[in-house]
């Protein structure tokens, strides 16, 4: 029994109370506690994460936060990388716009700052977001608002800061 214990007091402390942490789907969101419950007789640990952007509060059970992508902020070399990709040539498929978009989607639901950084650099429009369809500005308004809140956290900065940043990035490729 003990070991099992000692094997979720390990899985735990990987993320520390207090701190931002990313979830794929939800983007960044603060630590606040662990919480035991008891289900079907026994007892489970969850993380509790709180969303302020999306007023949300996310009960992630301990065992499962790894398998469902929750990870720490990167580090700012790593999101210098994601970041070097907004400099790059747009590379559009060739396909549907549906089926884009669907892809488009799932790299920013996957929380990945690179994948999300490509989403960017592939819709960018030079001269401005007006000429993009509906659908485009919404996906690309949720990629860059995903991308910008990692930075704000990261590089301790508002996140119109953050927007702005990479808005002078996309311009200047």
Request: overall charge positive; proline content about 2%; cysteine-free.
């Amino acid at each position: 029994m003990s070991d099992n214990n000692s094997n979720k007091t390990k899985k735990s402390s990987i993320f520390e109370i207090g701190t931002w942490v990313v979830y794929p789907s939800h983007g960044v969101g603060r630590l606040e506690n662990v919480e035991k419950f008891e289900i079907d007789g026994g007892s489970v640990e969850f993380f509790v994460i709180s969303f302020n952007k999306n007023k949300l509060i996310l009960k992630l059970p301990v065992e499962k936060a790894i398998s469902s992508g929750l990870r720490k902020l990167l580090s700012k070399q790593d999101m210098q990388t994601a970041l070097d990709i907004l400099s790059q040539k747009s590379r559009k498929k060739k396909m549907m716009w549906s089926k884009r978009a669907q892809e488009y989607e799932a790299k920013i639901n996957s929380g990945d700052p690179v994948a999300i950084a490509e989403v960017l650099r592939d819709l960018y429009k030079d001269g401005g977001e007006a000429v993009q369809s509906f659908s485009e500005r919404q996906i690309f308004q949720n990629a860059i608002d995903r991308l910008a809140r990692e930075i704000a956290v990261l590089e301790e900065i508002q996140e119109e800061e953050a927007v702005q940043k990479l808005k002078t990035l996309l311009k200047a490729a």
